[in-house]
């Protein structure tokens, strides 16, 4: 059963969550970085509104695994602290979504800066 909170405490445990998982995991921070410094680049180089929207839902689903990722964690360690085959798979699948979705950002991001990039160096 799950209690009812006022909308405004739900926004507030869900920035309470990501002010935990920006102090907490450095490589959500470091996620965070490069997607930030990704969107000064793509309004640097005029990124039209759909290029702008893909590389948003890029950079956003490389956020949410990371913290879908932690959140698995903390559950996994709070069930059974000790090493357990099944907890290890569970834990090291959700680190292989987070590492797909990371690789794929890459990819999308040199699909979506390099044309512009070359264009600027020409």
């Given at each position: 059963?799950?209690?009812?909170?006022?909308?405004?405490?739900?926004?507030?445990?869900?920035?309470?969550?990501?002010?935990?998982?920006?102090?907490?995991?450095?490589?959500?921070?470091?996620?965070?970085?490069?997607?930030?410094?990704?969107?000064?680049?793509?309004?640097a180089l005029k990124?039209?509104?759909?290029e702008m929207s893909?590389?948003?839902?890029?950079?956003?689903?490389?956020?949410?695994?990371?913290?879908?990722?932690?959140?698995?964690?903390?559950?996994?360690?709070l069930v059974s602290?000790?090493?357990?085959?099944?907890?290890?798979?569970?834990?090291?699948?959700?680190?292989?979504?987070?590492?797909?979705?990371?690789?794929?950002?890459?990819?999308?991001?040199?699909?979506?800066?390099?044309?512009?990039?070359?264009?600027?160096?020409?």
């Amino acid at each position: 059963m799950s209690k009812k909170h006022s909308l405004s405490k739900s926004f507030a445990y869900a920035f309470e969550g990501l002010g935990a998982a920006f102090k907490n995991q450095p490589n959500f921070r470091i996620q965070a970085v490069i997607a930030i410094l990704s969107l000064f680049l793509a309004t640097a180089l005029k990124l039209s509104w759909l290029e702008m929207s893909i590389l948003i839902l890029t950079a956003s689903t490389v956020l949410i695994l990371e913290l879908i990722n932690t959140a698995l964690e903390a559950l996994v360690d709070l069930v059974s602290e000790e090493i357990k085959p099944k907890a290890k798979i569970a834990k090291d699948v959700s680190a292989a979504a987070v590492l797909l979705s990371a690789i794929l950002s890459v990819v999308v991001g040199i699909f979506l800066f390099l044309p512009k990039l070359f264009k600027l160096w020409s």
